[in-house]
């Protein structure tokens, strides 16, 4: 089994920063990918931030105030949330892609969900 725990969530005032962590672990072989996505309430999961071994994605959204890193050694996944703002509010999820064991397909894992919001 694979197991994704975040943390570093909670209240922000707008403008303010907060740095989320992710860190998998269990049966773990690869890592392909690992991201961010965040959910409100009535609205679909939608993408934040993703970073591969060669690459990064974010959304047009958050470009310019939120950073992906990770740390290969450790399996965890960084997002450096600047500036932030209160349509920023949301439960974010952490994702990976992992493969279990040597040629083995790659199945998405979720965290639980922590919470970000962002009020004065």
């Known amino acids: 089994q694979v197991q994704l725990v975040e943390s570093g969530g909670g209240l922000v005032q707008p403008g303010g920063s907060l740095r989320l962590s992710c860190a998998a672990s269990?049966?773990?072989?690869?890592?392909?990918?690992m991201g961010w996505y965040r959910q409100t309430p009535g609205k679909k999961r939608e993408l934040v931030a993703f970073i591969t071994r060669g690459s990064t994605n974010l959304s047009d959204s958050v470009k310019g105030r939120f950073t992906i890193s990770r740390d290969n050694a450790k399996n965890t996944v960084y997002l450096q949330m600047n500036s932030l703002k209160p349509e920023d509010t949301a439960v974010y999820y952490c994702n990976a892609d992992v493969s279990v064991y040597s040629g083995s397909r790659y199945y998405a894992y979720w965290g639980q969900g922590t919470q970000v919001t962002v009020s004065s």
């Open positions: 269990g049966s773990i072989f690869s890592i392909a990918g």
